[in-house]
Structure formats: structure tokens, C-alpha cells
């Protein structure tokens, strides 16, 4: 069936280096690719969004990259900050707008 | 713009009771709305699509029968949780797609606590 994989599971990075979260998927009519963050507890948030016929977008320090052809999308985080500590989920669309996620990225800064 | 609210943000109940959770869009009209539940440092699952006006539909393994689905109105949908046992223990969470777009807005979550 369609899935996502999301890697790497936890990512240490140091303050004000960039991090980078990658995710492939299985379903070549997904069309729309969201990122979310959520802190502990917390519902999740959208950070950014590539829709099929973009192949990058970029938004302040975060940027998303998209390979249509490998079926592969990642998330790009320059100049970390601890705000940016949380976990990141990949996700593609599939029919009716739903989404299939992936496991999630624990993302931690260290100072 | 574009804010979910849900309520209740807790609960706790005895085995065997029911329990409702109100998901509703606060500024915008969505047609569709999503239900998912998340267990403790996994991703999300979704459990069910609920269009306005239509019966949801469900995922693949979670019972149409236990988890009621309503959408009754362009900005709320309401999930109830009948007979809940221990095993139903877990945070819901509500998102709601703004109309016109892909994009799905989420709620703050419930958590359920069924003792």
C-alpha cells in the first residue's frame, strides 16, 4: 500500500547549523507534500508545503526540495535555533485530502 | 486564520461510557475534516475522513461502530467514542481542511483517559 518513510528517526544538530530531513513515498499520484512541527503535547503546525509542479520552495530559514522522479522530498533548516527543537513529519497527499505521514523526525538543538 | 479548536482538550472516564469530542473551525468553512488518534512519541494515524453532509469513512481497522463520526455542519465535526475501554486511551486529534486548498489545519488534541 502507499507509505512514507521519514529518516533519519532523531537528528543532534549544533546551534546555527543546518539540518535536513528526508522522506520518499510510494504513491506516484501524490501531488501535495506538507511539513509539520510539533512540540510536546502540542497540536501539529504547518511550516511549509510543495505541491507536485514545484520543484523547490523556500520560506525565510526553512526550504523544501522535491524529486519527482526519485519520489523523494526533503526538509531543509539553515542557521538552527533552539526554537527549532521538536518533531518534524513529512507527509503526501493521497485521494480525498487525506495524507500519509511518515514516523516523524526528532529534531534536537544543541546549544 | 484558519484556527481548529477542540473540546474537550481532556478527559477522563469510567470503562463503558461514551465520550464526545467537538472539533470546529473557528474562521473558515471545511468541508472536510480528519480524525486521527497518536500514541505517545508515534506519528499520526488517521482513523477517519468526514465530509460534510456524508457519511465518514473509515480507515482500514478502526470500527465504524465505536468511533461515531458526524458532520453535521461546514464547522464542526464531532467524534464520539462509544463503550470506551482502556485500550481507547490516547490523544485525538481533529484537522480541518481549509476549502479550496490542500492544507489541513489542526486542533489542539484530546486526550482520553479511560479508567
Known amino acids: 500500500g502507499e507509505n512514507v518513510e521519514q529518516h533519519p528517526s532523531t537528528l543532534s544538530v549544533q546551534e546555527g547549523d543546518s539540518a535536513v530531513i528526508k522522506c520518499t513515498y510510494s504513491?506516484?499520484?501524490?501531488?501535495?507534500f506538507p511539513w509539520y512541527k510539533q512540540e510536546l503535547g502540542k497540536r501539529p503546525q504547518l511550516i511549509i508545503d510543495?505541491?507536485?509542479n514545484v520543484g523547490e520552495k523556500k520560506d525565510q530559514r526553512i526550504a523544501v526540495t522535491l524529486n519527482k522522479t526519485a519520489k523523494h522530498f526533503s526538509l531543509h533548516i539553515t542557521e538552527t535555533q533552539p526554537e527549532d527543537s521538536a518533531v518534524y513529519f513529512c507527509?503526501?497527499?493521497?485521494?480525498?485530502?487525506?495524507?500519509?505521514w511518515g514516523a516523524g523526525t526528532k529534531l534536537i538543538i544543541k546549544p | 486564520g484558519a484556527v481548529v479548536s477542540q473540546h474537550p482538550s481532556w478527559v477522563i472516564c469510567k470503562s463503558g461510557t461514551s465520550v464526545k469530542i467537538e472539533c470546529r473551525s473557528l474562521d473558515f468553512q471545511a468541508t472536510t475534516m480528519f480524525w486521527y488518534r497518536q500514541f505517545p512519541k508515534q506519528s499520526l494515524m488517521l482513523m477517519a475522513t468526514?465530509?460534510?453532509?456524508?457519511?465518514?469513512?473509515?480507515e482500514q481497522g478502526v470500527e465504524k461502530d465505536k468511533f461515531l463520526i458526524n458532520h453535521a455542519s461546514l464547522t464542526l465535526s464531532t467524534l464520539t467514542v462509544t463503550s470506551a475501554h482502556p485500550e481507547d486511551s490516547s490523544f485525538y486529534i481533529c484537522s480541518a481542511r481549509l476549502q479550496g486548498t490542500d492544507t489541513q489545519y489542526f486542533g489542539p488534541g484530546t486526550r482520553l483517559t479511560v479508567l
Open positions: 468526514s465530509n460534510e453532509g456524508s457519511k465518514a469513512t473509515y
Open positions: 510543495i505541491r507536485s
Open positions: 504513491d506516484s499520484a501524490s501531488n501535495y
Open positions: 507527509a503526501a497527499s493521497r485521494s480525498n485530502y487525506q495524507l500519509i
